[in-house]
């Protein structure tokens, strides 16, 4: 499991302050379209700037009041689970929440239910609790009981989830043993939405909030038509590229090496991750040689998405300056290519659970 050794290598990631939003023209695009996607149920993902080993990118979490009295709870969302956990206060571990967020003697409508948690995803990252239930206030979705894990004890991670969340919310496909854990099978079971479906929309600035629309589609956030095509198996939304070219010239990998070119879907690892596909994209830290950089363009479900300098680079604030980065990793080996937020922001990305169907559709933004 790749994203098991690359959570636990050293150095531990560490979060750079991403706390200014500023009334940029996305933030205001971002209030405004409160009114233009009216009736799609909005959850804001908050970003929090990663770096790992050289490297730069934004995780995203949504914020909870989970309780009663409400106690807020930030949730990082993951595509690698399958389940909603929060850690409680005995959690003390690496990968626990310091300070913890949430305190299950302070709420008079939580419950266990009776059964116990050891939840294992990667090769070996292990998380011990119980399952149990609290009122979650989830802003346009308003109240539901769900039902969750609450985790005590954590064995191994020594990098992942970093300890400035409260917990995890797991977006992978539900699984038959802790799907039912799932924030998307428990707002169904509760009647919230009647479609079980995830949609991403993320702005140009990795320091602006992102938007997760629940349940259904927001037409007003991506602009053509959507290339839809099923998912494959396991925990992970995935598919396969089939022919990947840098300034419209295929570099054949795909069609040498077809096994090697599956991709999965996530927010909680690098931006993009192309391996060995093509060469790795040198940026110029002071951002001076964006006009000589290469487009790059993936085929998925018989369809070309194209990727400009402007959408995959990444600029990254500093107290007193800019610097760029390629926002998409390249001449690494690792067992999945892996479309993060880099691919999001360019192309509206929907996950239909029921039809076990991925979507992608080019976003639309201010």
Request: proline content about 6%; overall charge neutral.
């Amino acid at each position: 499991h790749f994203f098991a050794e690359k959570r636990t290598q050293q150095p531990c990631l560490q979060t750079v302050a991403s706390t200014r939003f500023q009334a940029s023209p996305s933030m205001i695009f971002l209030l405004l379209c409160l009114s233009c996607v009216y009736g799609v149920p909005i959850l804001n993902m908050h970003p929090s700037i990663q770096t790992f080993g050289g490297r730069t990118w934004a995780t995203y979490s949504i914020a909870v009041d989970v309780g009663t009295p409400s106690q807020s709870v930030k949730l990082l969302l993951d595509g690698g689970l399958d389940l909603t956990y929060i850690g409680s206060p005995k959690c003390v571990e690496h990968g626990c929440p310091n300070p913890p967020e949430f305190h299950p003697t302070h709420s008079s409508s939580f419950h266990y239910n009776g059964t116990a948690l050891n939840y294992t995803y990667g090769y070996f990252l292990h998380a011990y609790g119980a399952v149990a239930s609290d009122f979650f206030r989830l802003t346009d979705l308003g109240t539901s009981n769900i039902t969750f894990g609450l985790v005590n004890r954590f064995e191994e991670p020594k990098s992942y989830p970093p300890s400035t969340v409260g917990g995890v919310c797991g977006f992978g496909h539900p699984t038959k043993t802790w799907g039912g854990l799932s924030l998307i099978t428990n707002l169904q079971q509760q009647g919230t939405i009647q479609n079980k479906i995830l949609a991403f929309w993320l702005p140009r600035s990795m320091y602006t909030l992102g938007q997760l629309h629940v349940g259904q589609v927001s037409k007003s956030s991506y602009h053509g038509k959507i290339t839809w095509m099923s998912s494959g198996a396991g925990l992970y939304w995935s598919g396969v590229i089939s022919d990947i070219s840098v300034n419209n010239k295929s570099t054949g990998y795909c069609q040498q090496h077809p096994t090697k070119c599956g991709f999965i879907v996530d927010l909680a690892g690098p931006s993009m991750l192309l391996n060995k596909a093509i060469s790795p994209i040198v940026v110029a830290g002071n951002c001076s040689n964006l006009h000589e950089l290469p487009e790059i363009s993936l085929t998925i479900g018989g369809e070309k998405f194209t990727l400009a300098p402007t959408d995959y680079v990444l600029r990254i604030e500093h107290r007193d300056s800019l610097t760029c980065e390629s926002g998409i990793q390249a001449g690494v080996a690792a067992p999945f290519m892996v479309l993060g937020s880099t691919w999001i922001t360019k192309f509206y990305t929907i996950l239909d659970f029921e039809q076990n169907k991925l979507g992608f559709a080019n976003s639309a933004h201010p």
